[in-house]
T-cell receptor, first 114, second 113 residues
Framework: AQSVTQPDIHITVSEGASLELRCNYSYGATPYLFWYVQSPGQGLQLLLKYFSGDTLVQGIKGFEAEFKRSQSSFNLRKPSVHWSDAAEYFCAVGQSGGYNKLIFGAGTRLAVHP | ETGVTQSPTHLIKTRGQQVTLRCSSQSGHNTVSWYQQALGQGPQFIFQ???????GRGNFPPRFSGLQFPNYSSELNVNALELDDSALYLCASSQQGNNGELFFGEGSRLTVL
């Protein structure tokens, strides 16, 4: 069965520090992978997605993620965190074939210290 | 371009009651999906509607039902509410075939007492 694991429930970083949020997935075929961000009381905003091709994908707000098939991972990174990045981050895997069901991880809550 | 809008934003119900949540999809999108997000968890897929028919369902009982209208807007209905139905209900719209690129509304927060 498909699943997504985000090992870190909470992460705290200092403003200006680098960030890496971990995501591992279980999926039988080539996965479609996503990172979404959710600010308090808000819906989800797509940061970036991987469908195929270059395994390093760039997203909005300076985020990037790298797909590593051998490790079943899709970790999210940012070189320098801003206070406004404090939010909850969700990794998700989708099915191919045009079916829009996503399986989400439980999320990682990011706190940013000044 | 109008985004996904949901109503109401907050509501409180008691056990056994019924609730209807509404969603207007983003302009140009023909597919609507509904997700339940319990506190402290990731969203869970309830079902998806395309061309006014349900074309995918997650692990939710039949008391969760939906509709999609010709203008692609949608409703989520939950009957016989239980305490565990308390959650944020998220609607997402997309173009069929775009492989999961969903655009989410801000959600309807349901509290069941």
């Amino acid at each position: 069965a498909q699943s997504v694991t985000q090992p870190d429930i909470h992460i705290t970083v200092s403003e200006g520090a680098s960030l890496e949020l971990r995501c591992n997935y279980s999926y039988g075929a080539t996965p479609y992978l996503f990172w979404y961000v959710q600010s308090p009381g808000q819906g989800l905003q797509l940061l970036l997605k991987y469908f195929s091709g270059d395994t390093l994908v760039q997203g909005i707000k300076g985020f990037e993620a790298e797909f590593k098939r051998s490790q079943s991972s899709f970790n999210l990174r940012k070189p320098s965190v801003h206070w406004s990045d404090a939010a909850e981050y969700f990794c998700a895997v989708g099915q191919s074939g045009g079916y829009n069901k996503l399986i989400f991880g439980a999320g990682t809550r990011l706190a940013v210290h000044p | 371009e109008t985004g996904v809008t949901q109503s109401p934003t907050h509501l409180i119900k008691t056990r056994g009651q019924q609730v209807t949540l509404r969603c207007s999809s983003q302009s140009g999108h023909n597919t609507v999906s509904w997700y339940q997000q319990a506190l402290g968890q990731g969203p869970q897929f309830i079902f998806q509607y395309y061309r006014e028919e349900e074309n995918g369902r997650g692990n939710f009982p039949p008391r969760f039902s939906g509709l999609q209208f010709p203008n692609y807007s949608s409703e989520l209905n939950v009957n016989a509410l239980e305490l565990d139905d308390s959650a944020l209900y998220l609607c997402a719209s997309s173009q069929q075939g775009n492989n999961g690129e969903l655009f989410f509304g801000e959600g309807s927060r349901l509290t069941v007492l």
